[in-house]
């Protein structure tokens, strides 16, 4: 059973991938004048982290089952922090492309390596809520992310970003290396690419993933077009802003909750994530009600549903996966996370483009009350049903 010392240092490796995909993603425009010429170079910029990850996290994820979550975890911290230092030293644009793709793969070993440590530290009875604070931890670093990155580039330039986002890859690092115990990696039989195909056609895999997904697509169309919603409406910057710090605070508060909900038997993983889709499907269509109320409105309830999801979602992938395949099961679920978060914004776009925002939003609903019933109605996982976290 784990202790809170040594989950610490998880939720702060939770807290460093969040806060350095968006702190900085949220001020590349203040880098200089030829760093970024043109939006296609910004949108290279911008892709170089989360296409990092989509191609390495299963990687990473079933390195972790190999040689064990611990070193991966300790790997990939010190490697954001040094590729987070080679933008400070060099301070040139094709450093910062660099260092940029050095610090996605990095997060893209240590992501995985802590959900792998958070399920392995704790018995089936508690990941609930183990997971809920580390979503928790996670989504404060969305959400601080645009605000601290933003401070930081104002008093000192990107540098002085970077500069942060290096100390604190290497201080979690020293956390993680003097609080994390060994966790000695689990005898499995030997798995062919048939195995590996089943085990993720699993329901006891896609539909928590596919939940995951849904959510993450909502989240990331919510941040992104909720302000430009806001903006048609007349509302000014700090409205909408005030609307994206909201739905990232209503995602980070309702985590805990929910894991400790799920942890005492009050709700299930089946009908939870249900609920979520259809609260996060809601706040969808709410933002296609034009002004103030709708925006509000969407920001609080895709935040909710996203929150409810997430813990559970994680908790059933642990519950229904074999301890020694943890590493590989959350580098692929993380795998789907990463095609919603790209995969959400481009729906909403290309419908908004061809009719109106209104209808991307709808769409974008329909797609996740679709999830809803597909979760709903799926048959239960052959991994481990009886477990508080299986989708049964």
Not at 21 to 38: K, P
């Amino acid at each position: 059973m784990s202790t809170p010392r040594q989950m610490w240092p998880l939720y702060a490796a939770g807290f460093t991938t969040a806060f350095g995909a968006h702190g900085i993603a949220a001020n590349l425009g203040g880098f200089s004048d030829d760093a970024v010429t043109s939006l296609l170079m910004l949108g290279g910029l911008l892709a170089l982290y989360d296409g990092a990850e989509v191609v390495l996290k299963p990687v990473f994820g079933t390195l972790a089952d190999r040689i064990g979550a611990r070193p991966v975890l300790l790997g990939g911290l010190v490697a954001f922090a040094l590729a987070s230092a080679v933008y400070v030293v060099a301070d040139s644009q094709a450093w910062l492309w660099a260092a940029r793709l050095g610090q996605g793969a990095a997060a893209s070993a240590f992501s995985p390596a802590a959900s792998a440590l958070v399920a392995r530290l704790n018995p089936a009875a508690k990941r609930g809520r183990a997971f809920g604070s580390y979503g928790f931890y996670k989504s404060i670093g969305y959400t601080l992310g645009p605000l601290l990155g933003g401070v930081l580039v104002w008093a000192g330039g990107l540098r002085l970003l970077f500069t942060v986002l290096a100390v604190l890859g290497a201080a979690v690092a020293g956390w993680a290396l003097l609080a994390v115990p060994v966790v000695p990696p689990l005898p499995k039989a030997r798995q062919t690419l048939v195995d590996l195909g089943r085990r993720l056609a699993d329901p006891g895999f896609l539909l928590p993933t596919g939940a995951l997904a849904g959510a993450t697509a909502a989240l990331s169309a919510g941040v992104g077009f909720l302000p430009v919603s806001g903006r048609a409406a007349g509302l000014g910057t700090i409205a909408t802003g005030a609307a994206v710090s909201l739905l990232a605070a209503c995602a980070a508060v309702v985590q805990p909750r929910t894991g400790r909900l799920l942890d005492d038997g009050r709700v299930s993983a089946r009908s939870g994530l249900t609920a979520g889709l259809v609260v996060t499907a809601a706040g969808l269509a709410c933002a296609t009600v034009p002004g103030l109320a709708g925006v509000l409105a969407a920001a609080a309830l895709i935040g909710a549903g996203t929150g409810v999801i997430t813990p559970l979602a994680f908790a059933a992938l642990a519950a229904s996966t074999p301890e020694e395949r943890l590493g590989q099961t959350m580098g692929s679920a993380e795998l789907g996370r990463e095609l919603g978060d790209a995969g959400g914004p481009l729906l909403v776009a290309g419908i908004a483009a061809a009719l109106t925002l209104t209808y991307g939003f709808a769409a974008l609903a329909l797609v996740l009350a679709l999830i809803a019933v597909i979760v709903r109605r799926g048959r239960p996982s052959h991994g481990s049903p009886g477990e508080p976290g299986a989708v049964a």
